[in-house]
């Protein structure tokens, strides 16, 4: 397992179960969206499942959005706060092209529905091929940042969403 799946174990910020599933997700390149807020822990799971991802493949953070989003050599793009971008349009574009996989935050400054954006990427193509894995990240009663559930989402062939709660 990834050292800094294992750190995050060690903090009890995941489970080991919930780090062999996200470590699985990536190596068959399902697209994930982490959420939450800053203070809840999202920015070192981005890292962290960034890291994994490098482990299993080509990974390009996406700074310059034309010049990166042209890399046709990446197995990943991780997309963490890019400044004056319209968010969910950036996500619909890469989320619709099927050869791309993402790892990315939607967190509280971002406001659009998750679930109505990957509604929208199956009207564009008509491509329900994907798999999504929604992770939300929480602080508990006792301030300890961890994830607090992860579900598998995948359109059918009609384009509803099914979704499956680890």
């Not at 996200?22 to 960034?50: C, F, M, V, W, Y």
């Not at 509604?119 to 008509?126: E, F, G, I, L, P």
């Amino acid at each position: 397992m990834n050292q800094m799946l294992k750190k995050l174990i060690d903090q009890e910020f995941m489970t080991q179960t919930q780090a062999e599933y996200l470590e699985t997700a990536i190596t068959n390149k399902d697209n994930i969206i982490i959420s939450g807020h800053r203070g809840h822990g999202i920015l070192p799971l981005l890292a962290t499942l960034g890291s994994v991802a490098q482990g299993v493949g080509k990974l390009k953070p996406v700074r310059n959005i034309e010049k990166d989003l042209n890399d046709d050599s990446a197995d990943y793009y991780m997309i963490g706060d890019l400044k004056d971008v319209d968010y969910p349009s950036l996500l619909l574009n890469i989320l619709a092209n099927e050869k791309v996989s993402i790892i990315t935050l939607k967190d509280a400054d971002h406001s659009f529905s998750v679930m109505k954006l990957l509604s929208d990427v199956y009207k564009t193509n008509n491509e329900s091929t994907k798999t999504y894995q929604l992770i939300e990240c929480i602080k508990d009663a006792d301030d300890l940042k961890k994830i607090a559930k992860i579900v598998k989402a995948v359109q059918n062939d009609q384009g509803k969403l099914e979704r499956t709660t680890l």
